[in-house]
């Protein structure tokens, strides 16, 4: 898997936006770009992936740079249940995932 | 609530003992996932299987197996532990066709 790189740490106001960054300037054209996060005392829980093009669900956004190079997982309101280890993770046809350290979200009431 | 479940929650033993966690994954998924999350390591792929056999490994020790069973449920054994294998172990399912893995709670290790 081709590496990511994520701020340690960001914090953000309960019921703002929330923009997590992700750089992967190795990425390969048949890599995609997926976003899990781990709440405390949890399993890792996927959050949205995609390709190229901006992808929406009912949890979050994933706004994907034109070269692919970076990526934003974009929570629209968060709240305080956001707060997580949120991972950002390249795969192609490798089955595993591959995790690194991660962005720790504190959501400030 | 994911649908993969984890047995047991928590596991407390002593150095040299051996143990064996339990997952069955979500109805449907045939293929099951391993990690190992420990405090300096983060979360690390440890092996997959795919309806009963193995398709990947990642780092697992040789002291530590794994097996799919006919009805798709998996044992991670660990033996000859160490202070260091104390972490938590994550399984994963996949359903057929999609790249999403659904995680379980977690089994906690802890060796004395």
């Known amino acids: 898997d081709a590496k990511t790189t994520q701020p340690n740490s960001m914090e953000s106001n309960e019921e703002e936006p929330v923009h997590l960054p992700c750089n992967h300037s190795t990425i390969s054209g048949t890599d995609y770009i997926h976003w899990y996060r781990q709440l405390p005392s949890q399993g890792p829980e996927y959050v949205i992936h995609g390709l190229t093009s901006n992808v929406n669900n009912r949890m979050a956004s994933l706004a994907i740079a034109e070269d692919r190079k970076s990526s934003t997982l974009i929570l629209h309101r968060a709240t305080l249940r956001d707060a997580a280890v949120y991972y950002c993770?390249?795969?192609?046809?490798?089955?595993?995932?591959?995790f690194g350290k991660g962005t720790r979200l504190h959501i400030l009431p | 609530d994911s649908g993969v479940t984890q047995t047991p929650k928590h596991l407390i033993t002593a150095t040299g003992q051996r143990v064996t966690l339990r997952c069955s994954p979500r109805s449907g998924d045939l293929s099951v996932y391993w990690y190992q999350q420990s405090l300096d390591q983060g979360l690390q792929f440890l092996i997959q299987y795919y309806n009963g056999e193995e398709r990947a490994k990642g780092n697992i020790l040789e002291r530590f197996s794994a097996q799919q069973f006919p009805d798709l449920h998996s044992e991670l054994n660990l033996s000859s532990l160490e202070l260091g294998d104390s972490a938590l172990y994550f399984c994963?399912?996949?359903?057929?066709?999609?790249?999403?893995?659904?995680f379980g709670p977690g089994t906690r290790l802890t060796v004395l």
């Open positions: 994963a399912s996949r359903p057929p066709l999609t790249d999403t893995q659904y």
């Open positions: 993770i390249l795969r192609d046809s490798d089955d595993k995932i591959i």
